[in-house]
């Protein structure tokens, strides 16, 4: 049954879709331990209708691991809900673990159809979960309070310097496994790579030196190893050794993560099995073809085929292939063994694919982006050719009731169809709030703090590729206000607030925008110190006295910006919020920034409903027509005559409010012709730019459209000054215009005549 | 054990009366509706069934309408967790989108016609209505 990919496709969406909803239930149970309430008897009994409903279609698809682990999580949350077992932080923490796992097996199902290859750790998470059932027996004393107590004794041993650590090793450790996936792919950078990769491995290894923790010094020592022949070209690296490599990074992550939870990982198994993976690739060099991926002899040996002490012996002599020694000796047969391959083989595949995989969440239906793209455009053509038939000028004057009845129909069909298109791109924030929700729980563990999320509107609903972009910012901003916004327990108690902070997540629709409110009720920011950053930066002319205070704050999303003394493993590089920033101005979205010293910072992200519709100003500049995007528009105004200015280098500029605007006059740029003795209404548009504000002069102001966006066709070529095009109801097509590559085309117009001017007047002058 | 069958086809029902007259008392019916009353009236006298058999294709309502309606009423009554009845539904649709609505649902375990007492009785140990022998 299992081979079948269409069940485990809907098997793994809909494991997905539970899991997404375990994480916020777990939250909550463990918010009601932590304030000694009783936990809600019904959320308890969601969770184990969710993982019931899981390990049911497990078991139809014959994924007996997946079916063991799950039913035990269904006896411990049984066992809750009966009362005869009390949840605790440290069990709540293993069910987390336990679902994180699982996700990660809902991964490798959906790469290799098959859930085996994580055996141990399956049994090894069993056993944890049984005892929690057992120690329940036992010592019934064993209250919450106590946990917790344990816990944050062991947060506070060396918080500073391990935070540093943690961040830094993270890190290098990422950075190595894009080192390694790249080697992988392309084998004409090793020489640039692999030194590369020696350096980040080394330096981590240095760092857990420092931290005593030997098992990870001992892994990150043998790939140094390793390395470090390759870089001498010694021996070369090949895909597999590459996946080993990949896999010790997880384990090696997964030790770093357990670290930080003042936990160590049991990841000694992985120095074993990597030591004997390279043995092995020491000797494969010789032609040797076996590999180690899960032990050989242990397979022969659980299955019954040889005897323990038969394996013994040959692992003696094992310089020859361990299979082909015990045939030798007759302890196995060769079909066992060539089985046995087999399945080592398999297990193989699946550590090394997990790996790699790049994980994709997905919802209920799976559709191409793109067919969603192409559906949208055909729909919005489909609307154009409507209007054209239905408003033909053949049919004008002619008396045709039918006709206008079945038109009305269309018409009507039509626009539903439109707004049916264009919902289907619109998903709800609440999956990605729910993430925010592990995202602060596990923040504010490593600082320390104790914060809640609230979250607010989470069915509220925008663009999917909106949403993906907002994602990362999203991150830095909750990361931000774990770290510097909530203060500490001690210094909000001195202050009057309770204990635990708050961080409020709202999102809601405002006009065709989407605002995602990220407040706090923590120390708020300090304005001088921001001023005074920005100024010693050269972000601010003067003292910055005419700023305004929301001007201020936004000095904070300029990149390398951070008031932060310290650095922590959370945030304070001042590299968060350029990214986003960036993101945000990608998607023609703003960032607005409240703060009150003492109260609390509050974060607004406006964001365009979708990226496919932007509201668009419709100018005119003699016989054509430009959309400019609303966004980018500061105001629009008719200038008297003493606001104009002229520089001796003749540029032309526009004072207004005491600042000189630069004049950019699209008619000049695009060489539009008017009618005789016609001049330019001098109507100015200030908009936005990457370089300051620019007035570009109209005609006239036509008015506001919301604009559905279509790309320029390829065949244009590359096409400057316009972000796209529109077609408008009369048929006729108006171009939209990107100001920053109008900006950029008038500058290099601009050279080139000054260029021919002085080349004129050299000629003259010779 | 207490056993409830709902399936309209004759063969069919001959054929799971036949096993699951093994194990206990084993209550027909013959269409969905008929079904859920005979579950309701059952809880209503304190004497629960331990086992409900599901066909999918029935008259009057199918059979994942009826799990869905069985699990409705157990919420409503408060029964949850282990204690919840165990349902295996039966039936000859294999098709992706029912599988996994009646595990949405509820059900337990899910047989595709033909039903083999082999099979039948293995999936009753998995819910722990049997012994291994």
Same mark, same amino acid.
């Given at each position: 049954?299992?081979d079948?990919?269409?069940f485990?496709?809907?098997f793994?969406a809909?494991?997905?879709?539970?899991?997404?909803e375990?994480d916020?239930?777990?939250m909550?149970?463990?918010?009601?331990?932590?304030e000694?309430?009783d936990?809600?008897v019904?959320i308890?009994?969601?969770?184990?209708?969710?993982?019931?409903?899981?390990?049911?279609?497990?078991?139809?698809?014959?994924?007996?691991?997946?079916?063991?682990?799950t039913?035990?999580?269904e006896?411990?949350?049984?066992?809750?809900?009966?009362?005869?077992?009390?949840?605790t932080?440290?069990?709540?923490?293993?069910?987390?673990?336990?679902?994180?796992?699982?996700?990660?097996?809902?991964?490798?199902v959906?790469e290799?159809?098959?859930d085996?290859?994580?055996?141990e750790?399956?049994?090894?998470?069993?056993?944890?979960?049984?005892s929690l059932?057992?120690?329940?027996?036992?010592?019934?004393e064993?209250?919450?309070?106590?946990?917790s107590?344990?816990?944050?004794?062991?947060?506070?041993?060396?918080p500073?310097?391990?935070?540093?650590?943690?961040?830094?090793s993270l890190?290098l450790?990422?950075?190595?496994?894009?080192?390694?996936?790249?080697?992988?792919s392309?084998?004409?950078?090793?020489?640039?790579?692999?030194p590369e990769?020696?350096?980040?491995?080394?330096?981590?290894?240095g760092?857990?030196?420092?931290?005593?923790?030997k098992?990870?010094?001992?892994i990150?020592?043998l790939?140094?190893?390793?390395l470090d022949?390759a870089?001498n070209?010694?021996?070369?690296?090949?895909?597999?050794?590459l996946g080993?490599?990949l896999?010790?990074?997880?384990?090696?992550?997964?030790?770093?993560a357990a670290?930080?939870?003042?936990?160590e990982?049991?990841?000694?198994?992985?120095?074993?099995?990597?030591?004997?993976?390279?043995?092995?690739?020491?000797?494969?060099?010789?032609g040797?073809?076996?590999s180690?991926?899960?032990?050989?002899g242990? &397979? !022969?040996v659980?299955? $019954?085929k +040889?005897k323990? @002490? %038969? #394996?013994?012996? =040959? /692992?003696?002599k094992?310089?020859?292939?361990?299979?082909? &020694? !015990?045939?030798d000796? $007759?302890? +196995?047969?060769? @079909? %066992? #063994?060539?089985e =046995? /391959?087999?399945k080592q083989?398999?297990?193989?595949?699946?550590?090394?694919s997990?790996?790699?995989?790049?994980?994709?969440?997905r919802q209920d239906v799976?559709?191409?982006v793109s067919k969603?793209d192409s559906?949208i455009?055909l729909v919005?053509?489909?609307v154009?050719?409507?209007?054209?038939?239905?408003?033909?000028?053949?049919l004008q004057?002619?008396?045709?009731p039918?006709f206008?009845?079945?038109?009305?129909?269309?018409?009507?069909?039509t626009s539903?169809?439109?707004?049916?298109?264009?919902?289907?791109?619109?998903?709800?924030?609440?999956?990605l709030?729910?993430k925010?929700?592990?995202?602060?729980?596990?923040?504010?563990?490593?600082?320390g703090?104790?914060?809640?999320?609230?979250?607010?509107?989470?069915?509220?609903?925008?663009?999917?590729?909106?949403?993906?972009?907002i994602?990362?910012?999203?991150?830095?901003?909750?990361?931000?206000s774990?770290?510097?916004?909530?203060d500490?327990a001690?210094a909000?108690?001195?202050?009057g607030k309770?204990?635990?902070g708050?961080?409020t997540?709202?999102?809601?629709h405002e006009?065709g925008?989407?605002?995602?409110?990220i407040?706090?009720?923590g120390?708020?920011?300090?304005?001088?110190?921001?001023?005074?950053?920005g100024?010693?930066?050269?972000?601010?002319q003067?003292?910055?006295?005419?700023?305004?205070?929301?001007d201020?704050?936004?000095l904070?999303?300029?990149?390398?910006?951070?008031?932060?003394?310290t650095?922590?493993?959370?945030s304070?590089?001042?590299?968060?919020?350029?990214?986003?920033?960036?993101?945000?101005?990608r998607?023609?979205?703003r960032?607005?920034?409240?703060?009150?010293?003492?109260?609390?910072?509050?974060?607004?992200?406006k964001?365009?409903?979708?990226?496919?519709?932007?509201?668009g100003?419709?100018?005119?500049?003699g016989?054509a027509?430009?959309i400019?995007?609303?966004p980018?528009?500061k105001?629009?105004?008719?200038?008297?005559?003493?606001?104009?200015?002229?520089?001796?280098?003749?540029?032309?500029?526009v004072?207004?409010?005491?600042?000189?605007?630069?004049?950019?006059?699209?008619?000049?740029?695009?060489?539009?012709?008017?009618e005789?003795?016609?001049?330019?209404?001098?109507?100015?548009?200030?908009?936005?730019?990457?370089?300051g504000?620019?007035a570009?002069?109209v005609?006239?102001?036509?008015?506001q459209?919301q604009?559905?966006?279509?790309?320029?066709?390829g065949?244009?070529g590359n096409?400057?000054?316009?972000?796209?095009?529109?077609?408008?109801?009369?048929?006729e097509?108006?171009?939209?215009i990107?100001?920053?590559?109008?900006?950029?085309m008038?500058?290099t117009?601009?050279?080139s005549?000054?260029?021919?001017?002085?080349?004129?007047?050299?000629?003259?002058i010779s | 054990m207490?056993?409830?069958?709902?399936?309209d086809?004759?063969?069919?029902?001959k054929?799971?009366?036949?096993?699951?007259?093994?194990?206990g008392?084993c209550?027909?019916?013959?269409?969905?509706k008929?079904?859920?009353e005979?579950y309701?009236?059952?809880?209503?006298?304190?004497?629960?069934?331990?086992?409900?058999?599901?066909?999918?294709?029935?008259?009057?309502?199918?059979?994942?309408?009826v799990?869905?309606q069985?699990?409705?009423?157990e919420?409503?009554?408060?029964?949850?967790?282990?204690e919840?009845?165990?349902?295996?539904m039966?039936?000859?649709?294999d098709e992706?989108?029912?599988?996994m609505?009646?595990?949405r649902?509820?059900?337990?375990?899910?047989?595709?016609?033909?039903?083999?007492?082999?099979?039948?009785?293995?999936?009753?140990?998995?819910?722990d209505?049997?012994?291994?022998?």
């Amino acid at each position: 049954m299992s081979d079948n990919k269409e069940f485990v496709e809907a098997f793994v969406a809909e494991s997905r879709d539970y899991f997404d909803e375990v994480d916020p239930d777990l939250m909550s149970i463990k918010i009601s331990i932590e304030e000694g309430r009783d936990f809600d008897v019904e959320i308890v009994n969601r969770l184990f209708r969710s993982f019931h409903s899981t390990k049911g279609t497990a078991a139809f698809l014959g994924f007996t691991q997946l079916v063991s682990l799950t039913h035990q999580l269904e006896t411990i949350l049984d066992h809750f809900r009966t009362h005869t077992l009390k949840p605790t932080i440290s069990s709540i923490n293993l069910i987390f673990e336990v679902c994180d796992f699982l996700k990660e097996m809902i991964d490798i199902v959906e790469e290799t159809l098959s859930d085996e290859g994580k055996e141990e750790q399956i049994i090894e998470l069993i056993q944890k979960l049984e005892s929690l059932v057992h120690e329940n027996g036992e010592q019934e004393e064993c209250f919450s309070e106590d946990d917790s107590v344990v816990l944050d004794l062991k947060l506070e041993i060396t918080p500073e310097m391990r935070n540093s650590f943690l961040e830094e090793s993270l890190d290098l450790l990422d950075l190595l496994e894009q080192y390694f996936l790249s080697i992988q792919s392309d084998a004409s950078q090793h020489d640039v790579l692999i030194p590369e990769a020696f350096r980040s491995i080394h330096s981590f290894k240095g760092n857990c030196g420092l931290f005593d923790l030997k098992t990870m010094e001992e892994i990150s020592h043998l790939i140094e190893s390793v390395l470090d022949k390759a870089r001498n070209k010694e021996c070369r690296l090949n895909a597999r050794l590459l996946g080993i490599f990949l896999e010790a990074i997880d384990h090696l992550k997964n030790g770093v993560a357990a670290f930080s939870e003042g936990k160590e990982a049991d990841i000694a198994f992985v120095c074993d099995y990597i030591s004997e993976n390279l043995e092995g690739f020491d000797s494969e060099q010789g032609g040797n073809k076996i590999s180690h991926s899960s032990k050989i002899g242990d &397979i !022969l040996v659980n299955q $019954g085929k +040889v005897k323990p @002490e %038969d #394996l013994e012996k =040959a /692992l003696i002599k094992q310089q020859a292939p361990l299979g082909e &020694i !015990l045939t030798d000796m $007759g302890a +196995v047969k060769k @079909e %066992d #063994l060539d089985e =046995a /391959l087999k399945k080592q083989e398999n297990s193989q595949k699946n550590t090394s694919s997990e790996a790699s995989s790049a994980r994709v969440q997905r919802q209920d239906v799976r559709v191409d982006v793109s067919k969603l793209d192409s559906l949208i455009n055909l729909v919005g053509e489909l609307v154009i050719s409507q209007i054209m038939v239905t408003q033909h000028k053949d049919l004008q004057g002619l008396d045709i009731p039918e006709f206008d009845k079945s038109a009305h129909h269309l018409n009507r069909i039509t626009s539903d169809l439109q707004d049916i298109a264009m919902s289907v791109r619109m998903v709800p924030v609440s999956g990605l709030f729910k993430k925010m929700l592990r995202l602060v729980h596990d923040t504010a563990a490593k600082a320390g703090k104790k914060v809640r999320l609230e979250t607010i509107g989470e069915d509220t609903e925008m663009d999917r590729t909106v949403l993906e972009l907002i994602a990362d910012p999203m991150v830095h901003l909750i990361r931000n206000s774990v770290d510097h916004g909530v203060d500490t327990a001690e210094a909000r108690k001195v202050n009057g607030k309770p204990e635990t902070g708050l961080i409020t997540l709202e999102a809601r629709h405002e006009g065709g925008e989407v605002w995602i409110i990220i407040k706090d009720d923590g120390r708020g920011m300090n304005k001088e110190k921001i001023l005074q950053r920005g100024i010693e930066r050269g972000l601010v002319q003067g003292d910055g006295s005419d700023m305004k205070d929301k001007d201020i704050f936004k000095l904070i999303l300029e990149p390398g910006f951070s008031t932060a003394e310290t650095i922590t493993s959370i945030s304070g590089r001042g590299v968060g919020m350029d990214v986003v920033k960036k993101n945000i101005t990608r998607m023609q979205g703003r960032v607005d920034i409240h703060s009150v010293e003492g109260e609390g910072a509050t974060i607004i992200l406006k964001i365009p409903l979708t990226l496919a519709i932007i509201e668009g100003m419709m100018v005119q500049v003699g016989k054509a027509r430009y959309i400019i995007p609303i966004p980018i528009i500061k105001e629009s105004l008719r200038p008297e005559k003493d606001q104009l200015t002229v520089t001796p280098d003749g540029i032309q500029l526009v004072k207004i409010k005491g600042k000189f605007v630069p004049i950019v006059r699209l008619d000049d740029i695009f060489h539009i012709q008017r009618e005789d003795g016609f001049t330019d209404g001098g109507l100015f548009v200030v908009v936005d730019s990457f370089n300051g504000s620019v007035a570009l002069c109209v005609d006239e102001i036509l008015g506001q459209h919301q604009t559905v966006i279509k790309s320029l066709s390829g065949y244009l070529g590359n096409v400057q000054g316009f972000s796209g095009c529109t077609i408008l109801s009369d048929g006729e097509i108006c171009l939209i215009i990107d100001i920053n590559s109008l900006l950029s085309m008038a500058h290099t117009r601009q050279m080139s005549e000054r260029a021919e001017d002085s080349e004129k007047e050299v000629q003259k002058i010779s | 054990m207490k056993l409830l069958m709902a399936e309209d086809d004759i063969v069919s029902k001959k054929l799971l009366k036949n096993f699951l007259d093994n194990y206990g008392k084993c209550d027909v019916t013959i269409d969905g509706k008929e079904c859920l009353e005979a579950y309701v009236k059952s809880m209503d006298k304190g004497e629960p069934y331990d086992l409900i058999c599901l066909d999918i294709m029935m008259p009057k309502m199918n059979g994942v309408e009826v799990l869905e309606q069985i699990r409705l009423e157990e919420e409503r009554r408060g029964v949850a967790g282990r204690e919840m009845v165990k349902i295996i539904m039966t039936t000859a649709l294999d098709e992706v989108d029912i599988v996994m609505k009646s595990f949405r649902k509820g059900c337990e375990s899910y047989l595709i016609k033909p039903i083999l007492k082999e099979k039948l009785e293995e999936e009753m140990i998995k819910l722990d209505l049997l012994k291994e022998q």
